[in-house]
């Protein structure tokens, strides 16, 4: 699979649940890059740009719930941000839906920017709040019963 977003430790925002949701979301990027790139067809693209959606909804609920029980001061306009994204992708949805199909290099140029940008800056912020406070969130400990359910 080509790769269009590599992760690096600069994308790094020391919080390991966001760190894994942030990977999860440059893959989903890199999985949509690879099926637009290598022609997987418009039912292969829809599928992973809304497994891509899906995520980003649930990773924004999560530092948004985070940054809420920690009283990060700037929630409101992180939250803005996270809500232009779910606007944009899904002005991209509509649009796809609506039989504009070529959204290429659009898509992936936008997805590219906003991720790296969005994490590099407004996530580091946070991240950066946390630390000066001492706070370092750490995943809650699974019991066995998650453990064994996977869930």
Not at 96 to 102: E, S
Not at 104 to 112: I, P, Q, R, S, T
Request: charged fraction near 30%; proline fraction near 3%.
């Amino acid at each position: 699979m080509s790769k269009l977003v590599e992760w690096s430790d600069s994308l790094s925002v020391g919080i390991e649940e966001i760190d894994t949701q942030h990977r999860t979301l440059v893959d989903l990027v890199n999985e949509l890059n690879d099926a637009i790139e290598h022609r997987h067809g418009n039912a292969v693209v829809g599928q992973v740009l809304g497994r891509l959606e899906a995520y980003t909804r649930i990773h924004f609920a999560v530092e948004e719930g985070l940054m809420r029980v920690l009283g990060y001061p700037d929630l409101a306009a992180h939250k803005r941000e996270h809500a232009r994204l779910a606007d944009q992708l899904a002005d991209l949805r509509e649009r796809f839906d609506g039989g504009r199909k070529a959204l290429g290099f659009e898509l992936m140029h936008f997805l590219k920017l906003w991720l790296t940008s969005h994490i590099m800056e407004c996530d580091q912020d946070y991240a950066r709040y946390f630390a000066e406070r001492g706070v370092t969130p750490q995943p809650q400990p699974r019991t066995w019963r998650q453990r064994l359910f996977r869930r």
